[in-house]
């Protein structure tokens, strides 16, 4: 049973580029979450999608946009970079909105 | 808003010594708690959940929690730590009437041999 799949693994941007993540779920799972993790921090929620719609947002700008698919994996997006937008991006599914929740392995973003 | 302390940044312990890890949460309603370990160089797993019933849970390799409402507080126990339990561990909150996470800002544990 594949757990959580995110690509890529690393990725280096510069500043004012744009950068797609992608998350594939765990199996049987319908509901995706998002969470960016800083250095020396705990993961902070983006947005949560489930039945293709953003469900629920964190503080994040418009500038993070995503996308959820018919077979359920999704897609983070990121306009304009910043140099502070460097982090650990996770994603997360679970079943149904509101239960545990299961983490990929991230994807390391770097922004010069 | 939710919020969660972990009030312990770094921990430092020999094998079998016994480990307790605090947290706190800010919410007035109902909570469902959970703490995950993130190993070195391995994503974020989940080590025992709260939803309600018996507010001593117990999880994976030992580890337990005890969810005090009066105090708000999920600690973490394990009686002997091992080498191998050094990690970061986050307590994390989802509350009643949202399905997002909130979690703390992390204890990193050091088991010395």
């Known amino acids: 049973d594949a757990g959580v799949t995110q690509s890529p693994t690393h990725l280096i941007k510069t500043r004012g580029q744009q950068v797609t993540l992608r998350c594939s779920p765990k199996s049987g799972h319908d509901t995706v979450s998002w969470y960016q993790q800083a250095l020396g921090q705990g993961p902070q929620f983006i947005f949560q999608y489930y039945e293709e719609e953003e469900r629920q947002r964190g503080n994040f700008p418009d500038r993070f946009s995503g996308h959820q698919f018919p077979n359920y994996s999704s897609e983070l997006n990121v306009n304009a970079l910043l140099l502070g937008d460097s982090a650990l991006y996770l994603c997360?599914?679970?079943?149904?909105?509101?239960?545990?929740?299961?983490f990929g392995p991230g994807t390391r973003l770097t922004v010069l | 808003a939710q919020s969660v302390s972990q009030h312990n940044h770094h921990v430092i312990l020999s094998e079998a010594a016994s480990l307790e890890l605090g947290c706190n949460y800010s919410?007035?309603?109902?909570?469902?708690l959970f703490w995950y370990v993130q190993y070195p160089g391995q994503h974020l797993q989940l080590l025992l959940k709260?939803?309600?019933?018996?507010?001593l849970v117990k999880g994976i390799k030992g580890f337990e929690a005890e969810f005090i409402k009066s105090k708000f507080s999920f600690n973490l126990r394990k009686p002997s730590v091992q080498w191998s339990d050094t990690a970061e561990y986050f307590c994390a909150l989802l509350t009643g009437t949202a399905s997002k996470l909130t979690f703390g800002t992390g204890t990193r544990l050091q088991v010395t041999l």
């Open positions: 997360a599914s679970s079943l149904v909105p509101g239960n545990e929740q299961f």
């Open positions: 919410y007035g309603g109902t909570v469902n």
């Open positions: 709260y939803f309600s019933g018996d507010p």
